[in-house]
């Protein structure tokens, strides 16, 4: 009856009829104090990688913690996609990459996302020989194709082997360590490791939580939820984060959603989640990011829109750090004056581009920003002449 789970990160749940549920975890045999906050008891339970189970009456046994509520919050994140592949047992997630004591010599990443092109600038960068096989015809395809093109002279510059238009079709133990078996324009190709990352994608850790016996429906992986990130065939519960998959898959976005549903169990279905202007980065050397709309959405949708564009390599922000992969394509709405979207990489990309999500989250001008006096020199005092 149980079913394992290994990928728990606090609130897994499984639903079912009823107005008191009950979530069963197997738990390490020490429990953490209670916490009081704001007039909510709190108790902590850590756990081993578990089974969970809600059920419409309490559950006691020898091994398991039963926790009865009237609504539960599934928050249980995201896994790696399963790519499906012989070998594939032979890769190791992000999580697992970070753990890494030695680095190893050769490494190849699955996938041109974030994962792959954060880690592979880590890795290079502490001398490992580093191949990435996408499938896609770029890499980070989350990002404007023209400043991903500028990024990729430092991936060249660090002799990153990027392989695009190439899918990974085994993974295979030799001695010396794993043969990584594709297919690219030309035919099939191999490339040998000492490790091989998944970095490919991740979806909604719900495999293991047995939705159907809470009459939790899902779509094609995803939860169905209603505009309150309420489950629509059960209304005792609420999803939040990547496994709600309902806004980018962002860190920020999963505390937007948890406030979202807190606000929505205190006082009653009331307030929906707002993604607008939510940015992005990569946090590659320079790091690349991007918030509002793409100049391809833009033109999708027939919005008369100037844009600004530059490599800006020979300004004093890319000089003072010695970064040649400096630039930025900023769209402002012709009718309104309103920024439309922003695209930066290079040195404090990071940073600057939260000035623009600002702006569009609360509708500022171009103009505002132009008008707005920034220290000087930072990565910011940059903005009015991206404008």
């Known amino acids: 009856m149980h079913q394992h789970y290994s990928h728990l990160g606090g609130d897994a749940v499984q639903g079912a009829s009823g107005n008191a549920y009950c979530l069963e975890l197997y738990r390490k045999p020490t429990e953490k104090p209670n916490y009081h906050f704001r007039g909510v008891q709190l108790r902590l339970y850590p756990i081993y990688p578990a089974c969970t189970h809600i059920y419409d009456f309490p559950i006691k046994s020898e091994r398991s913690k039963s926790l009865e509520a009237d609504n539960i919050l599934i928050a249980s994140g995201a896994e790696p996609i399963k790519l499906g592949i012989p070998g594939e047992e032979h890769l190791i997630t992000n999580e697992e990459f970070l753990s890494l004591e030695p680095l190893p010599r050769r490494i190849v990443l699955v996938g041109g996302g974030y994962i792959a092109s954060e880690f592979s600038h880590i890795a290079a960068r502490a001398g490992s020989q580093v191949t990435i096989l996408q499938h896609g015809d770029r890499m980070l395809k989350q990002f404007d194709p023209d400043l991903v093109e500028w990024l990729m002279e430092r991936f060249k510059e660090l002799e990153i082997d990027v392989r695009t238009r190439t899918t990974v079709e085994a993974i295979e133990r030799i001695d010396t360590g794993f043969r990584v078996r594709a297919s690219d ?108 709309l793409s100049e391809a959405e833009a033109r999708r949708q027939g919005i008369h829109f100037r844009m600004q564009k530059m490599k800006a390599s020979d300004w004093f922000t890319a000089r003072q750090t010695a970064e040649s992969s400096y630039g930025f394509k900023v769209l402002v709405a012709e009718e309104t004056d309103r920024i439309l979207g922003a695209h930066l990489v290079g040195p404090h990309a990071d940073e600057v581009i939260n000035l623009f999500a600002l702006a569009i989250r609360h509708g500022l001008t171009a103009e505002d920003l132009k008008a707005t006096m920034f220290a000087y020199p930072t990565g910011a005092s940059d903005v009015g002449y991206m404008l």
């Open 185 to 292: 324009r030309a035919g099939s190709t191999h490339v040998e490791a000492d490790l091989v990352i998944h970095a490919a994608g991740r979806v909604p850790a719900l495999n293991a939580l047995d939705l159907d016996a809470g009459g939790i429906a899902v779509e094609k992986g995803r939860l169905k939820l209603n505009e309150y990130l309420q489950s629509v065939s059960n209304p005792a519960v609420y999803a939040a984060g990547d496994a709600a998959q309902n806004g980018p898959p962002l860190t920020p976005v999963a505390s937007h959603d948890a406030n979202v549903v807190s606000a929505n169990l205190l006082k009653g279905n009331h307030l929906r989640p707002d993604y607008n202007g939510v940015p992005s980065v990569a946090f590659t050397i320079p790091p690349i990011a991007a918030v509002g």
